[in-house]
């Protein structure tokens, strides 16, 4: 078994994980990878993946989703071949920023906005700041509230030296225990998912920008910006979600009127590899309703 861990080429990643429809656009010195598929004229769905992941997560909803919709998608910052963010800053607030940057290059004014995880706290982060540029919002299982056991104010990742040891040695085998809990059933995930996430989290600079946002993140109280949320809101959850409990669903319902719940029995928190269709179906009655 192989304990050293280096990173791999950049240029081997892109020639792998980068095909087309792939591309890269410069934005404020950021160079982001990003898939924009199906018709320009389209109505705009902007997805964001969660922690640890990468556009590549979408592979099976953007199948469906780009044949009514223009579907954008992107690494975001630190992750997948999008690399870290300039002077490792991964604030709520540099995040939102460069959202806004991402979809002014892309002449995107006005989109339907779905985030997953960590994606799902930057989206809602959004929509409070930018209301008017969101149509509908869509958050699978958001990260912002304080988890159980937490408090706000706290970092919720404690994140010692010992941790800069994931630099250097990632065996694949702690990557797949990574991935176990998000699905309901671990049994099901494949070897070319956990090959997926292995070679991505070994992109150049990755490891060194996840310790660097563990280390930046402090739980805050999002009420009073969730109450700012103008757009329509699917909340989407798996019911046996052990990453970020479907109970936290509750504490958005209070902070956000216009919202519907969905709640998914026998469902995880990779809704979107897991079981594609059965959360999709969701989101498509959704944006339907939406869109009438």
């Not at 898939?35 to 909803?61: C, K, N, Q």
């Not at 504490?251 to 519907?260: H, Q």
């Amino acid at each position: 078994m192989m304990i050293f861990t280096p990173d791999l080429s950049q240029r081997e990643l892109v020639a792998k994980y980068a095909k087309l429809p792939s591309q890269f656009i410069e934005v404020n010195g950021l160079k982001v990878h990003y898939r924009d598929t199906g018709e320009r004229s389209a109505p705009v769905v902007v997805l964001l993946h969660g922690f640890g992941s990468s556009l590549h997560t979408w592979d099976e909803w953007s199948k469906v989703l780009e044949q009514t919709h223009r579907v954008v998608r992107l690494d975001l910052a630190g992750f997948g071949l999008t690399g870290q963010a300039p002077g490792q800053d991964y604030s709520d607030q540099a995040d939102v920023q460069r959202i806004l940057d991402f979809l002014d290059a892309m002449g995107i004014e006005r989109c339907i906005l779905l985030g997953h995880s960590m994606g799902g706290r930057m989206a809602w982060n959004f929509a409070s700041q930018y209301p008017h540029r969101v149509r509908a919002l869509i958050l699978m299982a958001p990260d912002g509230f304080p988890l159980p056991g937490q408090r706000t104010g706290q970092r919720p990742y404690d994140v010692g030296p010992v941790a800069d040891l994931i630099k250097f040695v990632m065996p694949k085998f702690l990557v797949r225990k990574s991935i176990e809990p998000a699905f309901f059933d671990a049994q099901s995930i494949g070897e070319e998912l956990i090959q997926r996430y292995y070679d991505l989290l070994r992109a150049p600079t990755v490891r060194e920008s996840i310790l660097q946002r563990m280390r930046q993140t402090v739980n805050s109280d999002p009420v009073e910006r969730l109450k700012k949320i103008t757009a329509p809101t699917l909340l989407l959850w798996g019911e046996r979600d052990r990453m970020i409990p479907s109970s936290n669903s509750l504490d958005y319902e209070k902070a956000l009127p216009n919202s519907k719940t969905v709640i998914l029995p026998k469902a995880s928190h990779l809704l979107q590899e897991e079981n594609p269709e059965v959360g999709l179906k969701s989101v498509l009655d959704f944006i339907n309703m939406e869109l009438r």
